[in-house]
């Protein structure tokens, strides 16, 4: 649904996005991550043709954003973070005014999208008396409008409260399973990414990092929590006989190829260090990225 | 589609109060001339004026007059003014909002959101002319008679000096709304052309106004009086020629083909400007 190849963005001398290539598959819903000015929005408005790649191909539903927009944006939805609409005008008239832009749009359509975000009865009055999350539900409603296939949210969560945040995880959710549709997810929140995507990419300095699977990240191959009466007895043991190559936080071992669970618990046993507990270690996204972009540490003077 | 498009242009634009600034202040400016016209001495310089030419002072103090008069001042300062704050709004304001984000992410094109914008600021600007004519009658109508027109010889140029039947003067009087509205959309198009940059609105109605007072300041400087026909106000002033016997329709002509030709301009440059931009938030 979305491929960006070798795309490049220069602001006035600085860097936006440098050799960003990745590619969202029908279906899933895809993860942006990345620090403020990474890239992500950047990103986001080369897909959505608001800003011009300086080289590059972005490709939306199959067409060229830069040379075919329309046809690339015709089933494409997107929401913004902290949504912006006519404040003196009523939801319902910025529906109807927003609806053009793509395509005529019957009024039976605009109250079905009211009344699939919630936000029936609240239709006819001013967006200046509505709530941050009323707000939100109508960034959602223009979006869902043309019928998209695709839609494009750009910190979704962003300002609202607790409620909201659940809220709109939810709303995500069943705009997957409900309407079937493919949705890129750009996200401070690590633990919405977590429990919405089934794939990340994450850029830093508009360069792409990483791009994988969220089960993958989570699976964190060859980490072991380890639970013993003596954690560093048993780590020097492990670490002698080569059976691991690392510990961490006193509870995680990294197991050496081609070793199992199976042989640390033999061994501490047959040492007389009991087990309590040995499990494989899920690492979460906000570990994984945390990893992944920190700043190389620095070196003390001597 | 596009009538759509234009229609929603318009209920964004007319439901904004402070696209009613300029019509509030027209009926202000207009009520305390028209009670300056009254109850001052203007009317006793008029009907020497018109004494010593040979004509009926009674004939000539009429509505269509003194609207006239009440029209120049505001044609100048406040008409300027009013127009640019809704051209330098038409584009600048949805970005500096985050509107046109959300317009932009949907498959219309820049050429024609500006269009739609561009027309519904030209059917602002020929509304507010209207309206400009039609509240200083209406206000001249209360307190003044309904008869012949008197056009003294004291426009900013000394362009013309005419005496109309009511008729007549009323018939001058709707003909130079006609290029007056010309004067509106040039303004606003201007205006319009700056909004189209990356700049925020205030930036982009200064800009304009700095732009069209200068052009007026130096086109009265003596040394420039050779190069009237580049200054934009100079054409400005083609609307109060109707009013000369007879008119030159070919010197009119001439300033309105310009002043269509400066909106165009205006109109390319700012598209080119805006194709070329990166929206961001």
């Given at each position: 649904m979305i491929e960006l190849h070798n795309v490049f963005k220069k602001f006035a001398g600085r860097i936006a996005v440098d050799d960003l290539s990745f590619t969202v598959r029908r279906g899933e819903i895809f993860g942006l991550l990345g620090h403020n000015g990474a890239g992500k929005s950047t990103a986001i408005g080369m897909m959505l043709g608001q800003v011009w790649p300086t080289s590059g191909e972005v490709k939306v539903c199959g067409h060229d954003?830069?040379?075919?927009?329309?046809?690339?944006?015709?089933?494409?939805?997107?929401?913004?973070?902290?949504?912006?609409?006519?404040?003196?005008?009523?939801?319902?008239?910025?529906?109807?005014?927003?609806?053009?832009?793509?395509?005529?749009?019957?009024?039976?359509?605009?109250?079905?999208?009211?009344?699939?975000?919630?936000?029936?009865?609240?239709?006819?009055?001013?967006?200046?008396?509505?709530?941050?999350?009323?707000?939100s539900r109508l960034a959602l409603a223009q979006a869902l409008l043309p019928k998209p296939e695709l839609l494009i949210l750009d910190e979704p969560s962003d300002g609202l409260d607790p409620e909201g945040i659940h809220e709109m995880r939810q709303t995500i959710l069943r705009l997957q399973h409900e309407l079937g549709l493919t949705i890129l997810l750009s996200s401070h929140l690590l633990n919405e990414v977590e429990q919405l995507c089934t794939r990340i990419a994450v850029l830093q300095k508009g360069k792409k990092v990483f791009e994988g699977n969220v089960a993958d990240v989570k699976a964190a191959r060859g980490k072991v929590a380890l639970k013993t009466s003596d954690f560093a007895d048993a780590a020097k043991l492990l670490l002698e006989r080569g059976l691991i190559t690392a510990t961490e936080k006193g509870q995680f071992i990294t197991l050496a190829e081609n070793h199992s669970t199976a042989e640390i618990t033999q061994t501490l046993v047959a040492a007389g260090i009991a087990v309590e507990g040995i499990w494989q270690h899920e690492q979460t996204v906000e570990d994984f990225y945390l990893n992944l972009i920190k700043p190389p540490p620095i070196l003390a003077k001597n | 589609?596009?009538?759509?498009?234009?229609?929603?242009?318009?209920?964004?634009?007319?439901?904004?109060?402070?696209?009613?600034?300029?019509?509030?202040?027209?009926?202000?400016?207009?009520?305390?001339?028209?009670?300056?016209?009254?109850?001052?001495?203007?009317?006793?310089?008029?009907?020497?004026?018109?004494?010593?030419?040979?004509?009926?002072?009674?004939?000539?103090?009429?509505?269509?007059?003194?609207?006239?008069?009440?029209?120049?001042?505001?044609?100048?300062?406040?008409?300027?003014?009013?127009?640019?704050?809704?051209?330098?709004?038409?584009?600048?304001?949805?970005?500096?909002?985050?509107?046109?984000?959300?317009?932009?992410?949907?498959?219309?094109?820049?050429?024609?959101?500006?269009?739609?914008?561009?027309?519904?600021?030209?059917?602002?600007?020929?509304?507010?002319?209207?309206?400009?004519?039609?509240?200083?009658?209406?206000?001249?109508?209360?307190?003044?008679?309904?008869?012949?027109?008197?056009?003294?010889?004291?426009?900013?140029?000394?362009?013309?000096?005419?005496?109309?039947?009511?008729?007549?003067?009323?018939?001058?009087?709707?003909?130079?709304?006609?290029?007056?509205?010309?004067?509106?959309?040039?303004?606003?198009?201007?205006?319009?052309?700056?909004?189209?940059?990356?700049?925020?609105?205030?930036?982009?109605?200064?800009?304009?106004?700095?732009?069209?007072?200068?052009?007026?300041?130096?086109?009265?400087?003596?040394?420039?009086?050779?190069?009237?026909?580049?200054?934009?106000?100079?054409?400005?002033?083609?609307?109060?020629?109707?009013?000369?016997?007879?008119?030159?329709?070919?010197?009119?002509?001439?300033?309105?083909?310009?002043?269509?030709?400066v909106s165009a301009t205006a109109f390319i440059i700012g598209a080119m400007a805006f194709q070329v931009r990166d929206i961001k938030s």
């Open positions: 954003v830069a040379s075919n927009r329309r046809a690339a944006l015709m089933q494409v939805g997107a929401i913004f973070e902290t949504p912006v609409f006519y404040d003196y005008l009523s939801g319902a008239r910025n529906l109807e005014i927003l609806s053009t832009y793509t395509a005529p749009t019957s009024k039976a359509r605009i109250r079905e999208v009211i009344e699939w975000v919630g936000l029936t009865g609240r239709e006819q009055s001013k967006v200046r008396t509505y709530s941050h999350g009323m707000r | 589609m596009f009538f759509a498009q234009l229609k929603n242009e318009l209920w964004k634009l007319f439901g904004k109060k402070r696209t009613y600034i300029g019509f509030g202040a027209f009926v202000i400016a207009q009520a305390l001339m028209m009670l300056m016209f009254k109850y001052t001495h203007w009317q006793s310089m008029y009907e020497r004026w018109l004494s010593g030419n040979g004509y009926l002072a009674s004939e000539y103090i009429s509505a269509l007059t003194v609207a006239l008069q009440m029209i120049v001042p505001q044609i100048l300062l406040l008409m300027p003014l009013y127009v640019a704050l809704v051209g330098g709004d038409l584009v600048a304001k949805e970005a500096e909002d985050g509107t046109l984000r959300m317009i932009l992410s949907r498959p219309i094109s820049r050429l024609r959101l500006l269009w739609v914008k561009w027309l519904a600021g030209i059917i602002f600007a020929a509304v507010l002319t209207l309206a400009l004519g039609v509240i200083a009658l209406g206000f001249a109508r209360l307190l003044f008679p309904w008869k012949g027109m008197f056009v003294p010889g004291q426009t900013p140029t000394d362009l013309v000096f005419g005496i109309f039947t009511a008729n007549e003067g009323l018939r001058l009087y709707v003909f130079s709304h006609l290029f007056m509205t010309v004067n509106a959309i040039t303004m606003l198009s201007v205006a319009f052309m700056f909004s189209c940059f990356n700049m925020k609105p205030a930036a982009a109605t200064i800009l304009s106004l700095s732009f069209l007072f200068m052009s007026m300041v130096m086109q009265r400087i003596p040394f420039f009086e050779a190069y009237q026909n580049w200054f934009i106000t100079h054409h400005f002033e083609c609307w109060l020629l109707v009013f000369q016997t007879p008119a030159p329709w070919s010197q009119i002509c001439q300033s309105e083909i310009i002043l269509f030709a």
